[in-house]
């Protein structure tokens, strides 16, 4: 998901992209007329290519938001999760002369793409099965936390960094939430105020023990349920930041339900079966709960051209002021 800047993913560009994926499916060993569809477009526009028994998942990389350092960084924590095997996730298809990134020429502008192979599954449902779901991402929160804390990062690792300025201080990453589409004067004002509260409470919690690499966005869309397995989706995210950040994360356009409290100790109790929780966990978890909307609410404002951002709308700015006014009457 990344901050304000042009329409970008209009119907003009995606055929445009699409041409050009065709031009470089060679690259993977897969011919040009090789049947094509799009599966999403959010920070990324990724499409699904098959041809036979060659099944990928090509993702084109936004312009302007990571570099290539930051993508090759990426992919190389996916390598090392997989090595390691820590969770299940899809495999990097590097191309047949072992490229991992590749560079696409759009009219004299760089795009950047890389490969997955394909994963069956489905994102999992809000319906009664939402509680066992989060209880087995709970362990898989924790099993990436403890890889994170002990692995060896490359030479050159580097990647984006998730805390209050970069999310909704100085240095937005996904645009201003002053900016939150239909936002009037009164509820600027409330947002505000809700954003100083959060930095206050945000302090205490930024210990170098509670700080690290995590996925960022692991939110149901980034989840393919098939059977009892959970295979994550979409590393385009993970950077450094708060731990716990990630429960945020995870109920992400979903923060409204009344089933949030169960989804918490559900995460939480599966969290407890591979790692402890901190003290004060379940507070915290409300904070970044907070955070995340807020930081969603200006990434909608400043994507309107993507399918998620339509969907959500006016209505969304509106769910978030419910929800800061219940979140600061809650601060006391």
Sequence with gaps: MRGAGRVLYDAEYLTRIEDLIRVHLPAWGLPPDAALSLLSISENATFR?????????????????????????????IEALRADDIVPTPRIIPTLDARRLVEIDDGGTPRRM????????????????????????????????????GWARPQGFTRKVWDFESMLGARPLWGDFRAALG??????VLLERTAGVLKDRLAPL??????????ADLRLANLLAEGERLTLIDFDDCGFSWFLYDFAAAVSFIEQSPRLPELKA?????YRTRAP???????????????????????????????????????????TLALAEGFLARQG
């Design 49 to 77: 290519a098959t041809s036979g028994a060659r099944d990928l998942v090509l993702r084109v990389y936004r312009p302007g938001y990571h570099t290539p350092a930051e993508i090759r960084s990426e992919l190389a924590w």
């Design 114 to 149: 890389a490969a997955f192979a394909f994963v069956p599954g489905a994102e999992p449902q809000e319906g009664e099965d939402l509680p066992r779901w989060f209880r087995h991402l709970g362990g898989i929160h924790a099993r990436l936390h403890a890889h994170a804390r």
């Design 183 to 188: 936002l009037d004067a009164p509820g600027r």
């Design 206 to 215: 930024s210990r170098p023990d509670s700080f690290g690499l995590i996925h």
């Design 266 to 270: 559900a995460w939480l109790a599966g």
């Design 277 to 319: 929780v901190p003290a004060g966990a379940e507070a915290a978890l409300d904070v970044f709960v907070m955070l995340r909307r807020m930081l969603l609410t200006a990434w909608v404002a400043s994507h309107a051209e993507t399918p998620t951002a339509q969907a959500m709308g006016v209505g969304y700015t509106d769910g």
